[in-house]
């Protein structure tokens, strides 16, 4: 197997880079000559994209990508096209894409895949012109997001939670209506989250039997939390307890059109993308992963 390795040199202050020293050890120790590898660092989202593009045109077998939530939704944008199986090492901040692939891997489990060579076939979604592997998501974690770009002091997971604590107490929760083939919802939401995978954010269990193989997409929609009402349920959305909330209610279908009294921006896991409105839908299996 001949591996092209995309290294995002930014993910998570450089740990990307210190995890992929430690995985290419591990590779020469325990897999080489049946895997070799050849290490990209891209200085842009476009570049990923681009390098995994033309990934198969230049004789590799499979893609390996160390980074965060970002940097595997352009690789894995690439290899849509390239159609390589892709493997990931997380090395990010919140590596939610990660969690809900179940690849929260060391160095030995990576070489152990990687000599399997099991491919695992998985949903991807699409919202506006966008992809996204686990998540999209509108309404208040995307204002916490673009306030997060902002924010020069207080950087990782603690950055997240500054940004949206100082957003919390004078966020308004816009009037957004969901519409599917069988259903439609019309309420003021504070969050929005539509969902591959069970995980969001950093490690929020955000629709627990989320299953990215199941050819449908879930929303969880949050309706007008009070700041009060976000706290008592911060803990719960860890567990996946908050199901059982009055004010959090589930979609699930293949296809949804979501609409704003005022244009809302949209992020796809993690990385602001867009505005509302916009249409969403699922492409079955259309991923290949190392699983």
Request: aromatic letters at 6%; a positive charge; one cysteine or more.
């Amino acid at each position: 197997m001949y591996l092209k390795v995309i290294v995002n040199p930014t993910a998570g202050a450089g740990r990307a880079v210190r995890v992929w020293r430690r995985v290419e050890a591990s590779l020469r120790r325990l897999v080489r000559p049946a895997v070799r590898c050849r290490a990209f660092y891209p200085g842009s989202p476009d570049q990923a994209r681009g390098l995994a593009r033309q990934a198969a045109a230049e004789g590799f077998d499979a893609l390996l990508v160390i980074g965060g939530d970002g940097t595997i939704n352009e690789v894995a944008a690439g290899a849509l096209e390239s159609g390589l199986p892709l493997a990931v090492v997380p090395a990010g901040t919140g590596n939610a894409c990660a969690r809900s692939l179940g690849q929260v891997l060391v160095p030995r489990d990576l070489c152990r895949s990687l000599q399997a060579g099991r491919i695992r076939q998985i949903d991807v979604g699409t919202i506006g012109d966008r992809v996204f592997v686990n998540m999209a998501g509108i309404g208040f974690d995307s204002e916490v997001l673009q306030g997060f770009r902002h924010n020069r002091i207080v950087r990782g997971i603690p950055g997240y939670v500054v940004t949206g604590l100082q957003k919390l107490p004078s966020y308004r929760a816009p009037r957004v209506s969901i519409a599917t083939a069988g259903a439609s919802l019309t309420v003021r939401t504070t969050l929005v989250a539509i969902c591959n995978g069970p995980y969001y954010g950093g490690g929020l269990r955000m629709v627990p039997q989320a299953d990215m193989t199941d050819g449908l997409l879930d929303i969880c929609v949050m309706e007008n939390l009070t700041a009060a009402e976000v706290f008592a349920m911060w803990s719960a959305l860890y567990s996946g307890q908050h199901v059982r909330h009055p004010k959090v209610r589930f979609l699930r279908d293949t296809e949804f059109r979501l609409e704003s009294e005022v244009p809302l921006l949209y992020h796809c896991d993690g990385d602001l993308t867009g505005y509302t409105p916009c249409t969403v839908r699922v492409l079955p299996r259309a991923l290949q992963v190392i699983a």
